[in-house]
């Protein structure tokens, strides 16, 4: 969803740490919806911030915290559901960033074709053509998997210890440009529409 985060959401954001002093903002946000009446909500369980250009025409990162399902105690989940879910997230914002929209406001052959492996690919972060990277997490480095489509790219690591795993990409900006931290204030991050 886009928008104002409707409440604080009960796991850790992760974001750039304040080394990084560009725009930031709130890129989108989600909570599952609960069986039952029109309105009832189960907690928010996934959040994207938004750091550099926002509309992606020149350096951006993109960082997105997804739970554990079972730390919300919202319903039981395999041990790597988040890990998919960031990796799926983080590749759609991959070829989003690899192949833009052309002149005639289409896609290329090649942003069909790699979407049509996504689901493929956000399984399978230890084989080929993942590779293996290096960030900084909360101080300490962590091990993520990494993809690459010419300058734009994605990597997702599960932060165990936390109980969520953290996709990340981008394009300008690399992985290992700044560290990446518990964004504790996220009123820093305005949604996207609010930016002037």
Not at 45 to 54: I, N, R
Not at 130 to 139: K, L, N, Q, R
Request: proline letters at 6%.
């Amino acid at each position: 969803m886009f928008g104002p985060l409707p409440e604080q959401p009960q796991f850790p954001v992760y974001g750039l740490s304040r080394a990084f002093n560009g725009t930031r903002w709130l890129e989108k946000w989600d909570r599952f919806r609960r069986p039952g009446p029109l309105g009832s909500y189960a907690p928010i369980w996934h959040v994207d911030l938004g750091h550099g250009d926002p509309a992606g025409d020149s350096s951006v990162l993109v960082t997105s915290t997804v739970a554990n399902l079972e730390t919300l105690r919202y319903r039981n989940s395999s041990d790597d559901s988040a890990l998919v879910d960031a990796a799926l997230g983080v590749l759609l914002g991959l070829i989003h960033l690899a192949y833009p929209t052309q002149s005639n406001g289409r896609r290329s052959a090649e942003f069909y074709q790699h979407s049509t492996i996504l689901e493929q690919l956000s399984r399978q972060p230890d084989t080929a053509p993942w590779t293996g990277a290096t960030g900084t997490v909360d101080g300490a480095e962590t091990d993520f998997a990494h993809y690459r489509i010419g300058d734009a790219w994605c990597a997702i690591a599960n932060l165990v210890s936390k109980q969520v795993s953290l996709g990340v990409y981008g394009c300008g900006i690399e992985l290992d440009d700044y560290a990446i931290e518990h964004c504790k204030n996220l009123d820093i991050y305005l949604p996207r529409r609010h930016l002037k």
